[in-house]
């Protein structure tokens, strides 16, 4: 299986062709330097996921084009072999499980966050929603000027087209799973 890095960077190369976008054009487009993109679609970077999104925003197509892997008939995913993208200095790890590929319009995330972990989000696509559920540890979230505190055993949904943020405010690891829905 292609490491994350790599997968990332043939669907960024063959998205920014496939709208004839130049990477100059890409980089006014997203924010991130000529450079960067260069070296991300060589594969030689490690892109952040607030770099990922300003890509994904420039092009204007969901996240998870970024992230799709190869197409097959079924899919068991193992999140031990899938490469997190990481935040917060590798203290928010997000594991890209079910990409939004096949014009499904939604897809599925497992998220660790470190105690004192912190990730701010960059706006997703007009109308996008996430329903997240915390399977372990406490999280806050700031959406849409709300604030909001997450347990275990408690599923939250918001709108996400706004830059939102999320915190373990608890004691141990936050584990949880997110649904982005994507109009």
């Known amino acids: 299986m292609d490491s994350m890095n790599t997968i990332v960077a043939k669907n960024i190369k063959r998205l920014r062709e496939e709208k004839k976008l130049s990477m100059e054009e890409l980089a006014k487009l997203s924010g991130v330097s000529k450079s960067m993109l260069a070296q991300?679609?060589?594969g030689d970077?490690?892109?952040t996921l607030s770099t990922l999104w300003k890509i994904s925003n420039g092009m204007k197509v969901p996240f998870d084009a970024l992230t799709v892997r190869p197409k097959s008939p079924y899919e068991i995913v193992?999140?031990?072999e899938v490469q997190p993208l990481l935040e917060d200095d590798g203290k928010v790890k997000n594991y890209s499980l079910f990409p939004?590929?096949?014009n499904r319009r939604f897809a599925v995330y497992y998220l660790e966050l470190d105690e004192g972990s912190y990730w701010e989000s960059e706006p997703h696509l007009k109308g996008t929603?996430?329903?997240i559920t915390v399977f372990s540890g406490k999280i806050e979230i700031?959406?849409?000027s709300q604030r909001f505190m997450v347990e275990k055993g408690e599923s939250i949904r918001f709108r996400a087209d706004?830059?939102?943020s999320y915190k373990n405010t608890g004691n141990e690891t936050a584990i949880l799973h997110m649904i982005l829905f994507n109009p």
């Open 78 to 80: 193992k999140t031990s």
């Open 40 to 42: 991300i679609e060589r």
């Open 142 to 144: 700031h959406a849409d």
């Open 100 to 102: 939004d590929n096949e």
């Open 129 to 131: 929603t996430e329903f």
């Open 45 to 47: 970077g490690n892109p």
């Open 162 to 164: 706004t830059v939102h």
